[in-house]
């Protein structure tokens, strides 16, 4: 396995260890493919998340959102006293208990999340708030200082 040395990005870049970590721990995340997923963007600020999770109900699936990451659990219900025991010639279903993550970008929210034939969509997006959206500046006609009284500059008729 590969290794990453990041202290060169420490010393030389302010207020950017949040992105420096991200980086090496996605570069020594082991993944276990388990469950399968698709990240998609359905608008310029929207995005969704499809996991297959076959075999798992809405009861058995937590979503939590906390400081930017995003965790999706699945955990399988025992019910062997309801159920009478199965003998499977072949399973192909792994039914077995997982944790996805995944790191969301700064103003990034989940929306909903629904759960319809085995595959859980969850939407995403991004509202960035008034302060950091783009505003026009409007430009004055602007004004001059002359012996301390200002005047203002005669608009052009």
Same mark, same amino acid.
């Given at each position: 396995?590969? &290794?990453?040395? $990041? ?5 030389? %870049?302010? =207020? $950017?260890?949040?992105? /420096? ?10 993944? !276990? =493919? ?8 359905? *608008? ?10 076959? =075999? $798992?109900?809405?009861? @058995? #699936?937590?979503?939590?959102? +906390? ?5 999706? &659990?699945?955990? +399988? ?5 309801? /159920?009478?025991?199965?003998?499977? #010639? ?7 208990? $997982? @944790? ?12 909903? %999340?629904? #759960?319809?034939? *085995?595959?859980? !969509? ?5 509202? #960035?708030?008034? %302060? ?7 430009? *004055?006609? =602007? !004004? !001059? ?6 005047? +203002? +500059? /005669?608009?052009? %008729?």
């Amino acid at each position: 396995m590969r &290794t990453y040395d $990041f202290t060169p990005l420490y010393r030389t %870049a302010v =207020g $950017f260890d949040r992105l /420096a970590n991200q980086l090496k721990n996605a570069a020594t995340q082991s993944d !276990s =493919g388990y469950p399968p997923y698709n990240i998609e963007t359905t *608008g310029e600020n929207a995005y969704r998340i499809e996991i297959a999770v076959a =075999g $798992f109900t809405a009861d @058995e #699936l937590n979503i939590e959102v +906390k400081e930017n990451l995003l965790t999706v &659990t699945g955990r +399988k219900t025992a019910n062997d006293d309801a /159920a009478p025991q199965k003998t499977y #010639l072949h399973r192909g279903l792994a039914e077995r208990d $997982f @944790e996805r993550r995944f790191q969301l970008a700064d103003y990034v929210i989940v929306q909903d %999340a629904d #759960l319809v034939n *085995g595959l859980l !969509s969850i939407s995403l997006k991004r509202e #960035l708030p008034e %302060a950091l959206k783009p505003r026009r500046v409007e430009i *004055g006609a =602007g !004004s !001059s200082v002359i012996e301390g009284k200002i005047e +203002k +500059k /005669a608009k052009a %008729a």
